[in-house]
């Protein structure tokens, strides 16, 4: 029987991914003993664990090689797709903003900014709402330097503890919107192995409604 893949995202949101499938008894040994292998067996499960990058977690979801992944809502709202978005899983909080240098007024003055971020489509949606024209430049991790070197007049980026941001002289300008880890299905696994996943899905709401979710 083919296995049910879920697709994991390395780093940040793997330690508590994995804690949060071993409170659901879950046996996560291999994962915990991985080494450098990218899929891992659930022990005494049908299931099996594959550790990807955020944005590759949604691609493999999305084409149904996984059937399953745990994914930031930063990486959905800048990518899209189809798949079905199942439960806020509650960790891996952290807000999209808009940060700018210190002592820096990012609405004063009528000159085209300059807007660096790795969530270009983010950071377009965010302004075009405001009916702002900007220009942004995608950068592809550490964005404070692009203020910093002079690149940018401000950044969209993810802000958690908000020390990254205060140790390289800049402050947020406003909030855009709260992310937090997310349950995501493939569509047409949902239908064709519903009494495998199904019970799975259900299994993390019951544990999530036990008000669990900082596992
Ligand atoms: C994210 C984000 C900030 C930092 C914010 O980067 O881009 O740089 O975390 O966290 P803090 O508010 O707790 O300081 P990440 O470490 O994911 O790496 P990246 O820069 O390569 O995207």
């Given at each position: 029987m083919k296995p049910i893949r879920i697709a994991l995202t390395k780093g940040r949101l793997e330690e508590k991914s994995v804690a949060l499938f071993e409170q659901l008894g879950y046996d996560c040994t291999a994962v915990r003993e991985k080494g450098r292998r990218l899929i891992l067996p659930v022990a005494g499960t049908n299931l099996e664990i594959v550790l990807a990058k955020a944005a590759d977690v949604v691609t493999y979801v999305e084409n149904g090689v996984c059937d399953i992944g745990v994914v930031g809502k930063d990486t959905i709202m800048e990518m899209?797709?189809?798949?079905?978005?199942?439960?806020?899983?509650?960790?891996?909080r952290c807000r999209f903003a808009l940060a700018v240098p210190?002592?820096?007024?990012?609405?004063?003055?009528?000159h085209t900014r300059c807007i660096a971020s790795k969530y270009v489509n983010v950071a377009r949606a965010f302004f075009e709402k405001k009916n702002m024209d900007v220009n942004i430049v995608k950068i592809?991790?550490?964005?404070?330097?692009a203020p910093i070197l002079g690149l940018s007049d401000a950044i969209v980026d993810i802000v958690e503890t908000g020390v990254t941001l205060k140790e390289n002289g800049l402050v947020v300008a406003e909030t855009i919107m709260e992310v937090s880890a997310r349950l995501i299905v493939n569509i047409a696994s949902l239908k064709l192995r519903k009494q495998e996943i199904e019970p799975f899905i259900t299994q993390i709401e019951r544990y999530l409604a036990g008000g669990k979710q900082d596992a």
């Open positions: 899209g797709g189809t798949f079905y978005e199942v439960a806020d899983l509650g960790f891996g210190r002592g820096v007024d990012f609405y004063e003055g009528y592809e991790g550490s964005v404070e330097l």
